[in-house]
Antibody, heavy 120, light 110 residues
Framework: QVQLVESGGGVVQPGGSLRLSCAASGFTFSSYGMHWVRQAPGKGLEWVAFIRYDGSNKYYADSVKGRFTISRDNSKNTLYLQMNSLRAEDTAVYYC?????????????WGQGTLVTVSS | NFMLTQPHSVSESPGKTVTISCTRSSGSIASNYVQWYQQRPGSSPTTVIYEDNQRPSGVPDRFSGSIDSSSNSASLTISGLKTEDEADYYCQSYDSSFAVFGGGTQLTVL
């Protein structure tokens, strides 16, 4: 069965950096696009970033463009999110999600999420 | 980029039918598929409708989806409401370079 397990969350000071990881199993990781989606406490879902199956294209929400970088290692079945210049408004649960396709379409599997708290 | 607008909350009694709307701000609702996700407190989202009106295996046929080009909106209808349907529901669509969620609708079954 498909499993997505996020890790790397924690407490970081404003302006700091953090790298999230998502270990994937149960499907051919290298054949699907992957996303990061976040949810601030008590708020709705916000799409953060997408990477194509082969890493050739990456897209970002305007709110994180220039600060966050999505990447993947298909040999390790792992998705990453490098987060720099973190702000209080980046505080959220970050979910890794698999797309149905190689391009942006829909989310068919989600991880359990990892909490990132940006606070001094 | 377009936005998706949902009502903040809806409530209905067990056994009744409820419909949640999702209105696209620009461009045609029919241009890109709409998905619906259910999120219970403390849990990750799960898909209840994909590609406008398709149900994943395991989702009861009480859940149905549709789109209406005249109002440029999508709808999620849940019939025969059960207390277990109480959750937040999010619509989602996409374009070539981004994905977008509606703000979410809190469904109360009372």
């Amino acid at each position: 069965q498909v499993q997505l397990v996020e890790s790397g969350g924690g407490v970081v000071q404003p302006g700091g950096s953090l790298r999230l990881s998502c270990a994937a199993s149960g499907f051919t990781f290298s054949s699907y696009g992957m996303h990061w989606v976040r949810q601030a406490p008590g708020k709705g879902l916000e799409w953060v970033a997408f990477i194509r199956y082969d890493g050739s294209n990456k897209y970002y929400a305007d709110s994180v463009k220039g600060r966050f970088t999505i990447s993947r290692d298909n040999s390790k079945n792992t998705l990453y999110l490098q987060m720099n210049s973190l702000r209080a408004e980046d505080t959220a649960v970050y979910y890794c999600a698999k797309d149905q396709l190689v391009i942006i379409r829909a989310f068919d599997y989600w991880g359990q999420g990892t909490l990132v708290t940006v606070s001094s | 980029n377009f936005m998706l607008t949902q009502p903040h909350s809806v409530s209905e009694s067990p056994g009744k039918t409820v419909t949640i709307s999702c209105t696209r701000s620009s461009g045609s609702i029919a241009s890109n598929y709409v998905q619906w996700y259910q999120q219970r407190p403390g849990s990750s989202p799960t898909t209840v409708i994909y590609e406008d009106n398709q149900r994943p295996s395991g989702v009861p046929d009480r859940f149905s989806g549709s789109i209406d080009s005249s109002s440029n909106s999508a709808s999620l209808t849940i019939s025969g409401l059960k207390t277990e349907d109480e959750a937040d529901y999010y619509c989602q669509s996409y374009d070539s370079s981004f994905a977008v969620f509606g703000g979410g609708t809190q469904l109360t079954v009372l």
